[in-house]
């Protein structure tokens, strides 16, 4: 079962400005044949299908933990898109009064991805940057271990390859913080899987890593995770299962060349994580509603009873 907190993974600066291309781009980490619902897909369904899990259990419990992680990678990036066409921080909701005659979305017509505001009104959806909906067909689970740990593998440097374009693509803080933080994360699963497969087969696929052959000390986003040495922790996302994989990501294992050195070493939870930023209601797009007073009200009489 999954136990859900209400933090994101890392804490995403307030956008500047608000702009509806660069949320655009970075649909493509969200909903893209690389990005994180395909890893989420892939390691949610191949924990599922696992075949021999106390026979195999730190393999079992390697993908299960990265599982639970990419999760909160999707709901990272969905609040990074959000963030994006919503704007700059803002306590208080819009007071325009819901004024819909004068066309307040003209400009949306010339945006790439209409769709995030005429059906999700300034949100996320799993799409990709061109509004392709993610799908099943990028889901690999054949229920062969090494199979699939290959494939995830490839999944992982992929989905560098495309945050470091995507990355290419951005000024705005909170789309390159979401970029940093995930290719930090995104080079632990590759890493992890590489091992993998190295204490299976025996072959140290690790040496291709990093690919793209660019080290993560050339991306400035980056740099806080490197040195607080998340590039060498895995987490459990769980208070005491999953501890087994420390067999693989452990036992004097240590960090990637180019990277800060240290041990690997497997957490028991999560990271501390950020708050999740509120965002603004617009009446005039209906969102909550085009005149949610009353919803408000309700709301702040059920907050009172259930405190």
């Known amino acids: 079962m999954f136990m859900r907190v209400d933090k994101l993974q890392a804490e995403l600066p307030a956008p500047k400005r608000k702009d509806p291309n660069a949320a ?3 649909q493509e980490l969200l909903g893209g044949k690389y990005g994180e619902m395909s890893t989420l897909g892939n390691y949610m369904f191949q924990s599922f299908n696992f075949r021999s899990k106390s026979k195999l259990r730190p393999f079992y419990s390697l993908v299960a933990a990265i599982t639970a992680e990419e ?3 999707v709901e990272l990036v969905s609040n990074g898109v959000a963030m ?3 704007g700059p921080d803002n306590d208080g909701d819009e007071k325009d009064g819901g004024d819909i005659s004068k066309a307040p979305f003209e400009d949306m017509k010339d945006i790439r991805l209409a769709a995030a505001f005429l059906s999700n009104g300034g949100g996320s959806a799993p799409i990709n940057s061109n509004g392709v909906s993610w799908n099943n067909d990028f889901i690999t689970t054949t229920g062969n271990l090494v199979v699939d740990l290959l494939h995830n593998f490839h999944l992982e440097c992929g989905a560098r390859l495309h945050k ?3 990355y290419e693509t951005l000024t705005d803080p909170t789309g390159r913080e979401v970029c940093g933080y995930l290719l930090v994360r995104g080079s632990v ?4 899987y590489a091992l993998a497969l190295k204490k299976i087969t025996g072959v140290e696929i690790e040496k291709f890593l990093p690919t793209p052959n660019i080290n993560l000390d050339k991306i400035p986003e980056c740099q806080k995770y490197l040195q607080e040495g998340s590039h060498r922790r895995l987490y459990t ?12 990501w452990g036992n004097g294992e240590v960090a990637l060349p180019g990277d800060p050195k240290g041990e690997l070493s497997v957490v028991e939870g999560m990271p501390e994580g950020g708050k999740i930023h509120q ?3 617009v009446p005039s797009a209906f969102t909550p509603d085009y005149a949610p007073e009353e919803m408000f009200e309700i709301a702040a009489k059920l907050t009172k009873k259930a405190r």
């Open 24 to 26: 655009a781009a970075l």
């Open 71 to 73: 999760l909160g990678h």
């Open 84 to 86: 994006l066409n919503n």
């Open 164 to 166: 470091l374009r995507v």
């Open 189 to 192: 699963h590759a890493h992890a």
């Open 237 to 248: 996302f769980s208070p005491g299962d999953y501890t087994e994989m420390a067999g693989i």
């Open 279 to 281: 965002l603004t209601g």
